[in-house]
């Protein structure tokens, strides 16, 4: 097949932002093929709390046009019951990557896209990537033959771009397992610098973040944005049915309050440094006295008394409480 008619063929590539989209998306581009680029921001991507997104900077420096899905609170109902599970922590891959791919399925078609690009490496990732994972990924989404993985591409069945040579076959890949050695080999080569550490943008993964979110599906049932966002600031308790929610510095104290509901308590502890704490869900002096203890404990009020003030609307209210001990705060703790 001459260049010209390559030129005519159009990829669609995921793009996370991390090395193996980035230097799958290149492979292909390098053949001379046009390639577009989608990414996906989820409730649990790092990007929503003010971080630039990576798939974009990738995009940039790639010159590829890329549309941005955020997927919005559609995920939640598909985290809270995944239908192929959970991997290690709460990250439901399998179920992500047909969502995901269904998306990119339907932006292919918008854009007359001949085929879909993934960074996917065979036997990189345990639960997602192996061979009969990416087949019944491929299978649910009605997408057999049309998701080219370049960097595994020769361990893998053959895709419809290679079999009617859209694609030059033995400029792919057999990359596979977890060691990155092969793909910052390649990135040295083709000049792609400045991508980041593997560990991934999705929170998900993220063993403390993972607690505190089974922690709220458990007691709360249904997750929405304002609960899914508190769980990434603070130290977290539960209570019972309440969760109190503790800011560890400036930052965390003001997003806090912008958080806040009209139903919850704030506590402080006024003339000396002091956290900001939330206190979540039923009214119960109990509940009210221990978020006062803990505020108080993680303030630098000096002595055994100490004078913490609460308000739903305003510090109008106070207790003189003893901070709560360390070995009591730790059967609270979540994550």
């Given at each position: 097949m001459s260049l010209s008619s390559k030129r005519k063929r159009k990829a669609l590539a995921l793009l996370s932002g991390g090395l193996d989209s980035t230097l799958a998306a290149k492979l292909i581009m390098d053949q001379g093929i046009l390639v577009e680029g989608i990414g996906f921001i989820t409730p649990f991507s790092h990007c929503l709390e003010g971080k630039s997104c990576a798939a974009a900077k990738v995009a940039s420096r790639l010159g590829l046009r890329l549309r941005i899905v955020d997927v919005g609170?559609?995920?939640?109902?598909?985290?809270?019951?995944?239908l192929h599970g959970y991997g290690k922590h709460l990250n439901p891959c399998i179920d992500c990557r047909i969502f995901q791919l269904s998306k990119a399925k339907e932006y292919a078609a918008e854009i007359h896209a001949d085929f879909i690009i993934t960074g996917?490496?065979?036997?990189?990732?345990?639960?997602?990537?192996?061979?009969?994972?990416?087949?019944?990924?491929?299978?649910?989404?009605?997408?057999?033959?049309?998701?080219?993985?370049?960097?595994?591409?020769?361990?893998?069945?053959?895709?419809?771009?290679?079999?009617?040579?859209?694609?030059?076959g033995k400029s792919l890949l057999d990359i596979h397992g977890?060691?990155?050695?092969?793909?910052?080999?390649?990135?040295?080569?083709?000049?792609?610098?400045?991508?980041?550490?593997?560990?991934?943008?999705?929170l998900l993964t993220d063993p403390i973040f993972s607690a505190r979110l089974k922690d709220l599906i458990e007691s709360e049932k249904t997750l929405n944005p304002r609960s899914v966002s508190l769980l990434r600031i603070g130290r977290h308790f539960r209570l019972g049915q309440n969760k109190i929610v503790v800011g560890r510095n400036e930052e965390e104290n003001r997003r806090l309050m912008e958080l806040k509901n009209p139903r919850d308590?704030?506590?402080e502890v006024s003339d000396y440094a002091s956290p900001t704490t939330l206190l979540l869900?039923?009214?119960?002096?109990?509940?009210?006295?221990?978020?006062a203890s803990i505020t108080a404990r993680y303030s630098d009020a000096p002595g055994d008394k100490v004078l913490v003030k609460f308000g739903r609307q305003s510090l109008?209210?106070?207790?003189?409480?003893?901070?709560?001990?360390?070995?009591?705060?730790?059967?609270?703790?979540?994550?």
């Amino acid at each position: 097949m001459s260049l010209s008619s390559k030129r005519k063929r159009k990829a669609l590539a995921l793009l996370s932002g991390g090395l193996d989209s980035t230097l799958a998306a290149k492979l292909i581009m390098d053949q001379g093929i046009l390639v577009e680029g989608i990414g996906f921001i989820t409730p649990f991507s790092h990007c929503l709390e003010g971080k630039s997104c990576a798939a974009a900077k990738v995009a940039s420096r790639l010159g590829l046009r890329l549309r941005i899905v955020d997927v919005g609170e559609k995920y939640f109902r598909l985290v809270e019951n995944p239908l192929h599970g959970y991997g290690k922590h709460l990250n439901p891959c399998i179920d992500c990557r047909i969502f995901q791919l269904s998306k990119a399925k339907e932006y292919a078609a918008e854009i007359h896209a001949d085929f879909i690009i993934t960074g996917e490496v065979l036997d990189q990732r345990p639960m997602s990537q192996h061979l009969k994972a990416l087949t019944l990924i491929e299978r649910e989404t009605c997408l057999e033959g049309r998701i080219l993985r370049p960097l595994s591409a020769r361990l893998l069945p053959e895709t419809d771009a290679e079999q009617k040579g859209w694609v030059d076959g033995k400029s792919l890949l057999d990359i596979h397992g977890r060691s990155r050695r092969r793909q910052m080999e390649l990135a040295k080569s083709l000049g792609v610098t400045d991508y980041p550490s593997p560990a991934g943008g999705c929170l998900l993964t993220d063993p403390i973040f993972s607690a505190r979110l089974k922690d709220l599906i458990e007691s709360e049932k249904t997750l929405n944005p304002r609960s899914v966002s508190l769980l990434r600031i603070g130290r977290h308790f539960r209570l019972g049915q309440n969760k109190i929610v503790v800011g560890r510095n400036e930052e965390e104290n003001r997003r806090l309050m912008e958080l806040k509901n009209p139903r919850d308590y704030f506590f402080e502890v006024s003339d000396y440094a002091s956290p900001t704490t939330l206190l979540l869900g039923p009214e119960s002096e109990e509940a009210i006295r221990i978020a006062a203890s803990i505020t108080a404990r993680y303030s630098d009020a000096p002595g055994d008394k100490v004078l913490v003030k609460f308000g739903r609307q305003s510090l109008d209210r106070s207790f003189i409480v003893f901070p709560l001990q360390d070995e009591d705060i730790a059967k609270m703790r979540v994550g």
